[in-house]
């Protein structure tokens, strides 16, 4: 869990389930626009669901030729309500940095002082090769 502009580690999030409004270290908004975060709850509902399929499959496996059906369905529950929570600041933190390589930074959305050299030169070598298109109408 870092800052995916400056690679910052603490105080992004105030709780376990409540993340900072902007990294502390670079300025960088982690919500960049409404509707950011829905990436980043498919990514955790697809890894808890992935997770929560391997732990129903072993459980029968390794109880197999007699599971215990009550048993399996009550840890499934637990699994399924606790996996999400567990996974949030990670879904939250990788989601921003698949942001960040959809939708590159703009000059003004860091401290470009505290990114990270090689994150800051992406950006450039992003915004260069945008500005040396041709324009087809012209
Ligand atoms: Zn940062």
């Known amino acids: 869990m870092a800052c995916p502009a400056c690679g910052q580690r603490r105080g992004l999030f105030r709780r376990w389930t409540k993340m900072a409004d902007r990294c502390p270290n670079c300025g960088l908004v982690f ?3 409404e509707g950011q ?3 980043a709850i498919g990514i955790n509902s697809i890894t808890s669901f992935g997770l929560l399929m391997i732990f129903v499959v072993v459980s029968l496996a390794l109880s197999y030729p007699n599971p215990d059906a009550r048993s399996l369905i009550i840890l499934s529950v637990i699994v399924a309500i606790v996996l999400p929570v567990l996974l ?3 879904s939250r933190t990788f989601w921003m940095g698949m942001d960040l390589m959809m939708t590159p930074l703009t000059p003004d959305e860091v401290d470009w002082t505290k990114v990270d050299p090689s994150i800051a030169a ?4 992003t915004a260069r090769s945008s500005h040396a298109t041709p324009k087809a109408d012209t």
């Not at 992406?122 to 070598?125: F, L, S, V």
């Open 31 to 33: 919500g960049r626009f």
């Open 37 to 39: 975060w829905i990436g």
């Open 88 to 90: 949030f600041p990670f």
């Open 122 to 125: 992406d950006m450039e070598r």
